[in-house]
Structure formats: C-alpha cells, structure tokens
C-alpha cells in the first residue's frame, strides 16, 4: 500500500468551510491578531509538524514546544507565555484557553454535515410518527409508531426509533443504534451501536427462581448529551434514568436503571454506574470504573481508572483503588505496600548471607533474625 500522506479533515469524510480571514479564526479562538496579520487567508487546521503557510494548528501542551520553533503553520492558536516562540512567518493567536480555542476553530473549518431532509426509500416509518420535513432518515432506519423526529435531526442506517421516542431538535443518531422509552433534548448525539431505554436488571429472587420486575421509567437525555457507540443505559424501573445536560459518555459505558447524573458528567470508556446511583454535576469517572448501586458522588468528584466506588463520595474529591478510597489514601497504601516489599526482600537477603556463613563455618544458620 502507498504511504498516506497526513491530512486533518480529509475531504472524503469530513464537510470543509473557508477560506477564512485570520481575524474570524481568531474571533472564533477568543483570542486577538495583529491588524496587519488580520486579512489574510486561512484554509484548514492542522497539528504543528504538517501544517501549512495556509493552516491554522495550535499548542497547548508545553512538551510539544519544541514543535513550534519547526512548524510551517501560517497561524497558532496559543497561550501568551508561548507567543515569543512563534516562528517568523507564523501568526500567533493569542488566548487563555488553546484547546478551547483549537475546538472551536476546528469547528469553524469543519462543521457538522447538515441533514439531508427526506426519508430514504429503504426505510421503514410507521405513518403515526411524527417527523419534520428538515430531517433525515437513512436507509434501513426504522421509526416506530407515535415517534417524534424534530427538525435537522439525522437517523442512521439501520437505527430504530421505538414507539413513543422523542428526539429534539439537531440530534444524530448513529447506524444500528436502538432507542426506545427515550425522550432527548437538543443536540443529542446518539453514536452507533448505542442501546437506550431497554429493561433495566430488575429482579426479584423467589424460591423457584427468579421473577422479573417491569420496568415502568423512561430515559432522559439532556440538551447536548453525546452517548458513545456500544454505550448502553436501561430504562428505570419506577423512576426514570437522566442523564443530565452536557453529559458525555465514552464507548463501552453501562448506566443502570433509576441512575442520575448531574450536569457535564464523564463517563470513559468501559466504565459502569450500578442501579440509582446519583452523580451530582461535573463527576468524572475514568476507564473501567465501577460505581456501586445507590450511592452519591458529590459535585466535582474525580474517580480514577479501575477503581471500585462501594461507598458515598464527598464533591470535589478524587478516589482511587478497589475498594475505592481518597487519593491521599490510596498513594499512602500503595508506599506501605512497597516499604513492607522492600523489608521483605531485606530479610531474605539477611538470610542468604547467614547461610553463606554457615557454610564457611561463621554463625549457625538457624539463628532467628530479630531485626
């Protein structure tokens, strides 16, 4: 196979907007230019080592510093401290916040594909759903009775939109995603593979065996919620499951039934919220994370990767470890470990050099150490 040359934004994938004047990227960044540097001509984004004369790239991250001095970048988007390292030729756009800027720049450059109003020929919508006229629904999707599609919102191929579902304004949903008992704000994105709203794990043990128990709750997106693929929430058992505004979650994520979360929660890959549980706004949880069944995570708590959350957690703390403790406390137990480990190997060292002895007719071997 030929070798691909780098591209950000190819084309064949991605819609493209521009050129843009340096003074509307960097109104876009938050950030400023020079006058005489306003009017020229930007036609796309890149990462600092391939970058153009004509592309705008961006630093953040001090370790990619030396970068800069290196880069052909006709722009930068960067903090202040940086902005004497910029290279001649290159434009500094100057602002407190780079990677926030560097969104929303590639945002301008690249924006979301726009629906394609119409309903494919190959799908399958049920004459009692209720769709507007700017959306798009792809071939193979299926819209069940009673649904409703709001305006410039797109359905995948081979999506299902069960009986009853609402979506706001401007979501997507992606190929062979599933949603029923679902009601979704605006701008929610649903990506493929996604499973909302079926039964939650409710059971009740009798002495035969086990007796399902219905799941009478819905599931409530926020406006902005963005669901990863294979990402899978249950419908509530009596209460509803919410996710709040803004909430993001990774691929591979488990919400259970009766779960809240607060505004801006993270939930990172393969990481699973048992049953009504509560996570207030700005939670993050990290890779593979577990949370237990009906506990609190106060606002701004910080969950590390692979830690196992059995109990409440205080806001604006980080735990880690299984069971999950406060960070403070975890690293303490982890140096206790290795001091033990460390005391260990002394005393095995100790041994084996009082054995050599004996065999060369120093002290008896079988003297207890007593250090």
């Known amino acids: 196979m030929a070798e691909i040359e780098p591209i950000a934004g190819d084309p064949r994938f991605f819609t493209r907007s521009g050129p843009h004047r340096l003074q509307d990227v960097a109104a876009a960044a938050g950030g400023t230019v020079t006058e005489a540097a306003a009017g020229r001509l930007m036609v796309g984004v890149a990462p600092l080592q391939s970058a153009g004369p004509d592309q705008v790239s961006f630093l953040d991250n001090r370790r990619y510093a030396p970068l800069l001095a290196q880069s052909r970048a006709g722009a930068v988007i960067l ?38 109003p119409g309903i494919h020929r190959l799908a399958c919508v049920d004459p009692e759903a209720r769709i507007d006229s700017s959306a798009e629904i792809g071939p193979f999707a299926v819209v069940e009775a009673g649904a409703e599609i709001g305006p ?25 995603a599933a949603l029923s008992h679902t009601l979704a704000g605006a701008r929610v994105y649903i990506y493929p593979g996604a499973r909302i709203g079926q039964d939650g794990f409710g059971f009740a043990t009798t002495a035969t065996g086990f007796l399902t128990v219905p799941q009478l709750g819905r599931v409530i997106l926020g406006d902005d919620v963005e669901v990863g693929a294979n990402s899978t929430i249950d419908r509530g058992s009596a209460q509803d499951t919410v996710l709040g505004a803004g909430t993001r979650l990774d691929n591979l994520v488990q919400i259970g039934h009766n779960v809240r979360t607060g505004r801006c929660c ?29 506990l609190h995570l106060g606002r701004g ?38 001091r033990l480990s460390g005391q260990g190997a002394s005393t095995k060292a100790r041994a084996a050099r009082r054995d050599d002895k004996a065999d060369a007719g120093g002290e008896p071997a079988s003297k207890t150490d007593t250090d």
């Open 79 to 116: 903090h202040v401290a940086m902005a004497e390292r910029v290279p001649a030729g290159c434009v500094a756009i100057v602002t407190p916040e780079p990677y926030i800027g560097w969104a929303r720049v590639a945002g301008l450059f690249h924006p979301p594909a726009p629906a394609r």
């Open 152 to 176: 410039r919102c797109r359905i995948g191929p081979g999506a299902v939109i069960g009986a009853g579902v609402v979506l706001g304004p401007d979501c997507r949903v992606g190929a062979h």
């Open 266 to 294: 993270v939930v990172v890959g393969q990481a699973g919220v048992a049953g009504s549980t509560v996570l207030e706004d700005f939670v993050t949880l990290a890779g593979q994370a577990g949370i237990a069944g009906h």
């Open 301 to 338: 708590a910080r969950i590390g990767a692979q830690a196992g959350v059995m109990a409440d957690v205080p806001a604006g703390v980080d735990y880690l470890g299984s069971p999950a403790v406060p960070a403070r406390d975890f690293f303490r137990q982890v140096a206790a470990l290795r």
